[in-house]
């Protein structure tokens, strides 16, 4: 069990003035775990950021029904939000359990991804190479398990 496991769980989400948020007042989960990972991996926050952190995750655990529908480039926005979960082993299942079928109906024959756009006519994802950007995204999420990165738990070397 983590240490962070034992700080008491609040909101702790990247909120805008979002009229689709309601009175729930969060918004989509990419900005959330962009934040979580910054919080995490910071050598200057200490306990504070850690909190903060699995506060995150734990956020994104409740909000796990954003996690394919991020605002402005919902593959990025996968793919941060996976990153900031996996501070907290479980919050990072609750997206993953929650969208393997989400997965399943990207995975295209040729082993590659694709996502139909989101409802952002200004996410450039989709113009470029969007199997590209996807399986990257989804081989990034796929890669946690190994702990290759910092905010996965790959130790320091240095």
């Known amino acids: 069990m983590s240490s962070w496991s034992k700080v008491p769980v609040t909101s702790a ?4 003035n979002d ?5 729930n007042k969060y918004a989509d989960m990419g900005r959330s775990g962009s934040s979580g990972v910054a919080h ?14 699995f506060k995150a995750a734990k956020c994104i655990a409740t909000n796990y029904k954003t996690f394919p529908d991020t605002h402005g ?21 609750s997206p993953m359990n929650n ?3 989400y997965f399943n109906l990207a995975h295209c024959p040729n082993g590659t991804f694709y996502f139909q756009p989101n409802r952002d006519p ?5 113009h470029a190479d969007p199997r590209l950007s996807a399986s990257a995204v989804i081989a990034l999420i796929l890669s946690i398990k190994h702990k290759s990165l910092r905010v996965m738990g790959a130790r ?3």
Do not use: C, P
């Not at 995490?40 to 952190?53: E, P, R, T």
């Open 122 to 126: 200004n996410a450039q994802d989709y």
């Open 99 to 101: 969208y393997v079928w």
């Open 156 to 158: 320091d070397e240095w």
């Open 40 to 53: 995490a991996v910071s050598s200057l926050g200490g306990k504070g950021f850690q909190n903060y952190a």
């Open 13 to 16: 989400t990247v909120w805008y």
């Open 19 to 23: 009229n689709n948020a309601g009175n």
């Open 73 to 93: 480039s919902a593959i990025l926005g996968m793919g941060w939000t996976a990153l900031g979960a996996t501070v907290d082993k479980a919050s990072f299942r």
